[in-house]
């Protein structure tokens, strides 16, 4: 079993940054290909950044040059910087962890959330 912890989230003015933090306890974190989602109040959950076992970066296009996910496989976490915030870029974020075990399984793991919040 894989737990999944974030911290780093906060008020922040916009225009300023944050970098969350998500550590992962149990084995083959190197494996795992690590998410960051958020959701907004009354929106469905949505994947941010995600970054493969080998170092491939994927962006949501409204993030795309603002947030740069990374990872450091030896101290089993994974980061989401934030740059240039907005307003809209308030919801609570979860890290999602998800490794192939064979073709067709998959285990998933998910974070219990951290609230950004940008006021307007």
């Known amino acids: 079993q894989v737990q999944l912890v974030e911290s780093g989230g906060g008020l922040v003015q916009p225009g300023g940054s944050l970098r969350l933090s998500c550590t992962a306890s149990?084995?083959?974190?190197?494996?795992?290909?690590m998410d960051w989602y958020r959701q907004a109040p009354g929106k469905q959950r949505d994947m941010v950044a995600s970054?493969?076992?080998?170092?491939?970066?994927n962006y949501a296009d409204s993030v795309k040059g603002r947030f740069t996910i990374s990872r450091d496989n030896a101290e089993n976490t994974v980061y989401l910087q934030m740059n240039a915030l907005e307003p809209e870029d308030t919801a609570v974020y979860f890290c999602?962890?998800?490794?192939?075990?064979?073709?067709?399984?998959?285990?998933?793991?998910w974070g219990q959330g951290t609230q950004v919040t940008v006021p307007s």
């Open positions: 149990g084995s083959f974190f190197n494996t795992y290909t």
């Open positions: 999602h962890g998800k490794r192939e075990i064979r073709v067709g399984l998959e285990l998933n793991y």
């Open positions: 970054i493969t076992a080998d170092g491939t970066t």
